[in-house]
């Protein structure tokens, strides 16, 4: 089965039934989903930042460990880490530090990151992108 690990932006349009979803669901239909620890981790900080209940917080629970892999940190996670964020800091760039992580997650996989926000991730070499912007 075909991976694709999801950025926070398309997990979140899912979780806020966002039309901008339905483009995404199509390709990630019959995928096995990936989603890096930062994108775990930026969930449960909403949950704290928004003082989500005990009833929500089950169901996102639920939601991940019933739809996605999360994919842990680990010596060659980190690796592939560095040499991106250090790849695009010596071109000149920026790859903000939760990005490079999901970015990193995608390459050490070998498969395709599904993102609203490509722009973000065009400088990172080697990564293949699912993006369906809406401007």
Known sequence: ??????????LSFYLKNDSRFSSYAQALDGKQLVMSFQTQAELMLW???HGWGQERRDRMTRLIS?????FPVDEALCQTWARLRSDVQKAGRVLHVADAWIA??????GV???????????MVSGLRLISFPTE
């Open 1 to 10: 089965m075909d991976r694709v690990v999801v950025d926070t932006d398309v």
């Open 47 to 49: 949950q704290e930042l």
């Open 66 to 70: 019933q739809q996605f892999i999360v």
């Open 104 to 109: 990193a997650t995608a390459i050490a996989l």
């Open 112 to 122: 395709p990151l599904a993102t609203h926000n490509a722009r973000d991730f065009l």
